[in-house]
């Protein structure tokens, strides 16, 4: 089925730096969404986006919907230790129902 | 306060055991979803229900089970047929429309031995 390319599957920062994430497929997207995850729990809603070229933030978070539909982007800006996490993309295909495509997640840790 | 709930937090079966897990809603969401999580994996689609009494398989249906009898509760039976049971499971819902914000619940570790 349907992929989206998360990578690397881990990522290490310092307490502080800025960190980009990106998502990307082969295919369009009408919809892109990006979760945290907590260990142990439930996946989080962080930002939702609609349009082809849309820059959402929520809060310290900034994400972009990629003007080819075929890929998204997250920032964190100034981490912080309760940053760590499993950020994971998601995505709605035309005609996929209501189904999401989902990728692999990344894994980020925040040095003190 | 709104929300999902997934019950209980951890559970554990014997191998050949049918087991049950809850999901129930108070958001008025009108489709449910079951994820199966793995270490290292993204989540894969089980069952789905965009209305009340009807469903759809998603990816990776064999073995498991659903009903969905009322709006609120789309309970999940993981059966003996399923061959690697043990897993993290998580529920979702959305609301009808063009939103497709899924929102979760805390999600059930289940342990099978």
């Known amino acids: 089925g349907q992929q989206l390319n998360q990578s690397p599957q881990s990522m290490f920062i310092q307490e502080g730096e800025d960190v980009s994430m990106n998502c990307t497929s082969s295919?369009?997207?009408?919809?892109w969404l990006w979760y945290k995850q907590d260990p142990g729990e439930g996946p989080v809603l962080l930002i939702a986006?609609?349009?082809?070229?849309e820059l959402t933030s929520n809060g310290r978070l900034t994400a972009q919907f990629g003007i080819t539909r075929k890929d998204s982007f997250l920032n964190i800006s100034a981490s912080i230790p309760s940053d760590v996490g499993i950020y994971f993309c998601a995505g709605h295909l035309t005609g996929a129902n209501s189904k999401l495509t989902f990728g692999k997640g990344i894994t980020l840790s925040v040095r003190p | 306060d709104g929300g999902i709930t997934q019950s209980p937090k951890y559970l554990f079966r014997k191998e050949g055991q049918n087991v049950t897990l809850s999901c129930e809603q108070n958001l008025n969401h009108d489709a449910m979803y079951w994820y199966r999580q793995d270490p290292g994996q993204g989540l894969r689609l089980i069952y789905y229900?965009?209305?009340?009494?009807?469903?759809q398989k998603g990816d990776i249906a064999e073995g498991y089970s659903v009903s969905r009898e009322k709006k609120e509760s789309f309970p999940l039976t993981v059966t003996s047929a399923q061959k690697n049971p043990t897993a993290f499971y998580l529920c979702a819902s959305r609301t009808a429309g063009s939103s497709y914000e899924q929102y979760f619940g805390p999600g059930t570790r289940l342990t099978v031995t």
């Open positions: 229900s965009q209305i009340v009494n009807d469903f």
């Open positions: 986006l609609y349009k082809a070229g």
């Open positions: 295919s369009i997207f009408n919809t």
